[in-house]
């Protein structure tokens, strides 16, 4: 049963510190997005990767986010420092090219 | 941009009724539409699409309808299940870059 992973589940930090959120794609999917989901802006995307190469950051607020494909098999997002309004569930989501994203379950990052 | 809007922002319905979830979206150029269901503390997951060359398509209890002219696609549900109590998202893609999604439906189906 193919599924895209995420870690960890649930994240509680404090203001200023580095969040590091890891995703393993479903094997053969090229493509990575990384979406964050609040109650407030619904579901954001914030970047994606094709064939572990930057398609599109814009989502992403630069100076403390950033987004990396280390290889195939690992994504991760990294906030630093991180502040109370990043608090959200963040999703990895993984696909073939023009296919749909599949979902992670998420990571739910609460940030004191 | 791609901008999407979904209406209404919640439902609720008796067991066995009908349910009808509507989005539009602003970008000609979108050409695929899939739905995505999530439940409580999952991520979302698809449940059906449908592409811009196509005006419906049914799945089940399932069925998606398409008007590229109005630029509006609609979800309904049939038979309404406890189980499918979730909170459902439209989406819009041109040629599967860039999903943006709309802001959700939250469904409740009453027993």
């Known amino acids: 049963d193919a599924r895209v992973t995420q870690t960890p589940r649930h994240k509680v930090t404090e203001m200023g510190q580095e969040v590091t959120m890891r995703c393993q794609p479903i094997l053969g999917h090229n493509t990575v997005f990384w979406y964050r989901q609040t109650m407030m802006q619904g579901l954001e995307l914030l970047a994606y990767f094709r064939n572990r190469a930057p398609l599109d950051d814009s989502g992403m607020p630069k100076d403390r986010f950033s987004a990396e494909m280390p290889d195939a098999t690992l994504a991760t997002l990294k906030i630093q420092p991180s502040e109370p309004r990043d608090s959200a569930v963040y999703f990895c989501?993984?696909?073939?090219?023009?296919?749909?994203?599949?979902f992670g379950p998420g990571t739910r990052l609460t940030v004191l | 941009g791609e901008n999407v809007e979904q209406h209404p922002s919640t439902l609720s319905v008796q067991e066995g009724d009908s349910a009808v979830i509507k989005c539009t979206y602003s970008d000609s150029a979108s050409n695929y539409f899939p739905w995505y269901k999530q439940e409580l503390g999952k991520g979302p997951q698809l449940i059906i699409d449908?592409?811009?060359?196509?005006g419906e398509k049914k799945d089940q209890r399932i069925a998606v309808t398409l008007n590229k002219t109005a630029k509006h696609f609609s979800l309904h549900i049939t038979e309404t299940q406890p189980e499918d109590s979730a909170v459902y998202f439209c989406a819009a893609s041109r040629g599967g870059q860039n999903f943006v999604f709309g802001p959700g439906t939250r469904l409740s189906v009453l027993p």
């Open positions: 449908i592409r811009s060359n196509v």
């Open positions: 989501a993984s696909g073939l090219h023009s296919g749909n994203p599949f």
